[in-house]
Structures are given as C-alpha cells and as structure tokens.
C-alpha cells in the first residue's frame, strides 16, 4: 500500500462562491484514503460571491480551518503552509490565474497534488472552461460522458488529456426513494440565473402557483438557494422572493431554504429547468422532471437532459405526468444510481496517491496557455487577479495580513450591498432601456 495512503495528510481548497466551497470540500474528503488522517483547511477567495455564514452552515462541511483571502494572500500561503493536495474550486478564470500564479510561487520546488473540475453540469463554454483549468495535475470529469468530451477538447487542441479522470458530483448521496409521502411533496428547484429575465422567472412562479391550486392535497415547496442580499456561483437578479411579494399563495405552497439532501428527503416529484439537484433526485431514484415549458435550449442548460426521459412541461405535469428517466442515460451522467457510487472516486485515489508518492516529487505546473500560445488572451486574465504575465503579483495587489477591523468590515458589506443593488435593480432597467 503506498504510503499516501496511510500518513496523515494535509488538503487546502480555495473556493470562490458557496456552491463551488461545497463542491471542493466534498470532493477533497472523497478524494483522501478513508484510512489516512486529513487536515482540510479552506481559503474563500474574497469577492461578489463570498460565502455568508448561514450560507456556509448550510453547505454543512466543516474544515478545521477556514479564512477568506486574496489571491495575493492565497499565493503567498501556499509557500508558507506545506500541503498533500490542493483544489482548486474556482470559475475557469480563477483556476488559470492560479495555476500561473503558483507555477510562480513554487518554482521547481516541492508542491502538492493539484486538483479542479466542475460544480455540476457542463453545458455552456466547454472549450473555453476546460483550456482555463488545464495544468491541473486532475481535471475532474463529474461522469463518463464528461470524462469522454473532456479528453477530445484537450487532444483537439494538442494538449496533454491525461489529467482528466472520471469521477461523480461528490455531493450525491442520502435514501434512495421508496414511495410516495403523506402528503405527496412537489419541489421546484430554483436557479439564481436560469431562467435570466422577469417574463419568464414569473411564468414559472405562476406554474407553481396554479399547480398548487390545481391539486390542494399536496404539498408544494419553492426551493430557494439563496436570501436577499446572498450570492452564490451565479448573479440572481431576479430572486423569486421579490417576485412572491403582492401575490396571493395558496396554503400549500411555501418557500423553502435548506440542505437539497434533507429537501429531497420528502420529496416525491423534483421539477427544475435544469439544475444539479436534478442530478441529485435521479441518484436518489426521486421522480424528476426538467422543464420544457421555455423551450430546451442551451442558454436554458435543459438541453443536458436530452434523451434522459425527464423532459415534460407544467401541462403534463398538471394532467398528473410521471416521468420514467432513461437508464443508459442516467448511467452515463455519473448519477450511479445502481449502487456504483461507492466506488466512483477510486480512480482518482489511486492517482492522487501515484503523484504523492513520485520519485523527486511533482515537477512544475504546465498550462495549456502561456504568453506565448495565448497572448491575446491570458495576460487580461491574469491580470483581472492582479498577477503579471509570468504569474507574479502586480504591485498593489490587494493583501492584507490581518483580519479587517470594524470600520473595513463596515465598507466592504456596504460595496457588496451596492454592487447587489446595481445587479437587482440597476442593471435590468439598463438592459430594457436598451431594448427600447
């Protein structure tokens, strides 16, 4: 057995938004031998989407240490804290400014296992996210069918496909469904910025709405991921708690905060546009439904689900529709909800332990893109994180090497609470006024 199996080891995860902190901290305890110690310390990189507390309670992983950073801080801990296993659970960006950043950082010197991947579904920017994320010593593939077009992007391009390895959304988990509750439980599973625009975020809430009228013995709960004034990976403009506000619910119809996993718990019909809890119910066996009611469109993520046997409309819905999901299907999207979940990250164990145990250890990061291959390209990347070409941090790059005092706290909760109000409410009158 490789040592790296049984030391203790040390993993750090920077994430940025708290969806992205729950995927990296998952994935980081699925990815370290059960029999191993670990120490998991995590970094939030400051920003727009910088986890709240209740919104870190609720993704309900602890670490035994956890700050938020700059990526100047991060940069410099990582050569002052020695690390087993690093992930990094960023937006594309974030993961090649990073990467660059601790090519510098560390030299030809020791470093850890470099690990990224995705949230949830791949559906838009393929190319575009998986050419940011290469250098990674793993490139997480959250199913075989992932894993499969995730190869032919890198060898398309010429680059180096033997980081990718297929793994599952790490979040999975909980009872397999076994009947329906008493009462039966509909779920509407919201998403911050699908649909993206008022018409359609109110057609849906109205759907809701009448189905709750139309069948008064069940239980129907709005799934929110987010309180106003709360981020998450993606920018919600339109919360459906604004949208709630003046209309008149009917008593069985509630909104609803929480773990997905305690959700899905009493849960007997999922229905989403195209969110990973979709995903989540199918591994669980839960009934799910994705939309078509807007149309299956790649700007709307339901086209993932083509060919799942999920797609139906609030009509069918309505008339009382129960979806049969296609088990090819399933079985290729990493949902393993035959039982194969246990072992779904092995791979990826045996190879985290592979790079830990190499001769002379790990040799310098390579990414895809350099000044030379991208130089159109990676140096406004690069520099949106305050890192020069060579990866370095710019001159007054923001660090701090203390906590923020009261009055600092004070400012930046108030240019959050600005940059929100221009997102909610500035920036679609903006738009409108363009489409004038």
Request: charged share 25%.
């Given at each position: 057995?490789?040592?790296?199996?049984?030391?203790?080891?040390?993993v750090a995860?920077?994430a940025?938004?708290d969806?992205?902190?729950k995927?990296?901290a998952l994935?980081?305890?699925?990815l370290?031998?059960?029999a191993?110690?670990?120490r998991l310390?995590?970094y939030l990189?400051?920003?727009?989407?910088?986890?709240?507390p209740?919104?870190?309670e609720e993704v309900g992983v602890?670490?035994d240490?956890?700050r938020?950073?700059?990526?100047a801080?991060f940069?410099?801990?990582?050569?002052?804290?020695s690390?087993?296993?690093?992930?990094?659970a960023?937006?594309?960006?974030?993961?090649?400014?990073?990467?660059?950043?601790?090519r510098?950082?560390?030299g030809?010197?020791?470093?850890?296992?470099?690990?990224?991947?995705?949230?949830?579904?791949?559906y838009?920017?393929?190319?575009?996210?998986?050419?940011?994320r290469h250098g990674?010593?793993l490139?997480l593939?959250n199913?075989r069918h992932?894993?499969?077009?995730?190869r032919?992007v890198?060898?398309?391009?010429g680059?180096?496909?033997s980081?990718v390895t297929?793994?599952a959304?790490?979040?999975?988990?909980g009872?397999?469904?076994t009947?329906?509750?008493?009462?039966?439980?509909?779920?509407?599973?919201?998403?911050p910025?699908?649909?993206d625009?008022r018409?359609?975020?109110?057609y849906?809430?109205?759907?809701?709405?009448?189905?709750?009228?139309?069948?008064p013995?069940r239980e129907?709960l709005?799934k929110?991921?987010s309180?106003?004034?709360?981020?998450?990976?993606?920018?919600?403009?339109?919360?459906y708690q604004?949208?709630v506000?003046?209309?008149d619910?009917?008593?069985?119809?509630?909104l609803?905060y929480?773990?997905?996993?305690?959700?899905l718990?009493?849960?007997?019909?999922?229905v989403?546009?195209?969110?990973?809890a979709?995903?989540e119910a199918?591994?669980r066996r839960?009934?799910t439904v994705?939309?078509?009611?807007l149309?299956?469109?790649?700007?709307?993520?339901?086209?993932?689900?083509?060919?799942?046997g999920?797609?139906?409309s609030w009509?069918?819905?309505?008339?009382?529709?129960?979806?049969s999901?296609?088990?090819?299907?399933?079985?290729r999207?990493?949902?393993?909800a035959d039982g194969?979940y246990a072992?779904a990250?092995?791979?990826?164990r045996e190879r985290?332990?592979k790079?830990l145990?190499?001769p002379g250890g790990l040799p310098?990061?390579?990414?895809?893109?350099?000044?030379e291959?991208?130089?159109?390209?990676l140096?406004?990347?690069?520099a949106r994180?305050?890192?020069?070409?060579?990866?370095?941090p710019l001159?007054?790059?923001?660090a701090?090497d203390?906590?923020?005092?009261?009055?600092r706290?004070i400012?930046?909760?108030?240019?959050r609470g600005?940059?929100r109000h221009g997102v909610?409410?500035?920036?679609?009158?903006?738009?409108?006024?363009?489409?004038?």
């Amino acid at each position: 057995m490789p040592a790296s199996a049984t030391k203790s080891l040390r993993v750090a995860v920077l994430a940025d938004s708290d969806t992205r902190w729950k995927w990296g901290a998952l994935t980081a305890q699925r990815l370290t031998p059960s029999a191993a110690g670990v120490r998991l310390d995590g970094y939030l990189l400051r920003g727009r989407a910088t986890p709240t507390p209740r919104q870190l309670e609720e993704v309900g992983v602890r670490a035994d240490s956890l700050r938020e950073v700059t990526g100047a801080e991060f940069l410099r801990a990582m050569t002052e804290e020695s690390y087993d296993v690093l992930v990094l659970a960023l937006v594309g960006g974030g993961v090649q400014a990073m990467l660059h950043g601790l090519r510098n950082a560390w030299g030809s010197g020791p470093r850890p296992a470099v690990v990224t991947g995705y949230v949830g579904v791949v559906y838009e920017k393929l190319t575009d996210g998986l050419l940011l994320r290469h250098g990674a010593d793993l490139v997480l593939a959250n199913s075989r069918h992932d894993a499969d077009r995730f190869r032919a992007v890198y060898e398309g391009v010429g680059a180096d496909a033997s980081s990718v390895t297929e793994v599952a959304l790490p979040f999975l988990g909980g009872e397999p469904y076994t009947g329906e509750h008493d009462p039966f439980t509909v779920v509407f599973a919201a998403q911050p910025s699908v649909p993206d625009n008022r018409r359609d975020r109110t057609y849906l809430l109205d759907r809701l709405i009448r189905h709750a009228r139309r069948h008064p013995e069940r239980e129907v709960l709005l799934k929110l991921r987010s309180k106003p004034g709360e981020h998450t990976t993606h920018i919600e403009e339109l919360p459906y708690q604004k949208l709630v506000q003046g209309k008149d619910l009917p008593a069985n119809l509630r909104l609803v905060y929480g773990h997905m996993g305690e959700v899905l718990d009493r849960t007997d019909l999922l229905v989403t546009v195209s969110s990973t809890a979709a995903l989540e119910a199918l591994h669980r066996r839960v009934p799910t439904v994705v939309l078509t009611d807007l149309g299956v469109r790649e700007t709307l993520g339901n086209h993932h689900f083509t060919s799942s046997g999920c797609l139906a409309s609030w009509d069918q819905l309505d008339a009382g529709h129960r979806p049969s999901p296609n088990e090819e299907w399933v079985a290729r999207q990493g949902v393993a909800a035959d039982g194969g979940y246990a072992t779904a990250f092995d791979t990826a164990r045996e190879r985290i332990a592979k790079l830990l145990d190499r001769p002379g250890g790990l040799p310098p990061l390579t990414p895809y893109y350099t000044p030379e291959t991208a130089p159109g390209y990676l140096p406004g990347i690069l520099a949106r994180h305050h890192l020069g070409p060579d990866g370095a941090p710019l001159p007054g790059a923001p660090a701090a090497d203390k906590a923020p005092g009261p009055v600092r706290q004070i400012v930046r909760r108030a240019a959050r609470g600005a940059y929100r109000h221009g997102v909610q409410r500035v920036a679609p009158v903006i738009r409108r006024m363009g489409e004038l």
